[in-house]
């Protein structure tokens, strides 16, 4: 592995793009989230799509913060 300062310099700020990056995704996908379970479905299929949808969301969520691969 490179030691250099630099090497170092970027590789730390390459870390921080890419967490402030996940970050990010993840407050999209909460208003996303809080978009759908405040929808109002029109009828029992409509229903049931969303219900799907949303679960959909909880398990993505789920595997985003668990150790486990997807």
Known sequence: ?????E???GYELGI???EHAIKLGYIVLVQH???WESYTAQDDE???DILGYIQALR?????LFSTTEW
């Open 1 to 5: 592995m490179n030691t250099s300062t």
């Open 7 to 9: 090497y170092k310099e």
């Open 16 to 18: 921080a793009d890419c």
């Open 33 to 35: 989230l809080k978009h």
């Open 46 to 48: 409509d229903k049931g």
């Open 59 to 63: 398990d993505f969520e789920d595997k």
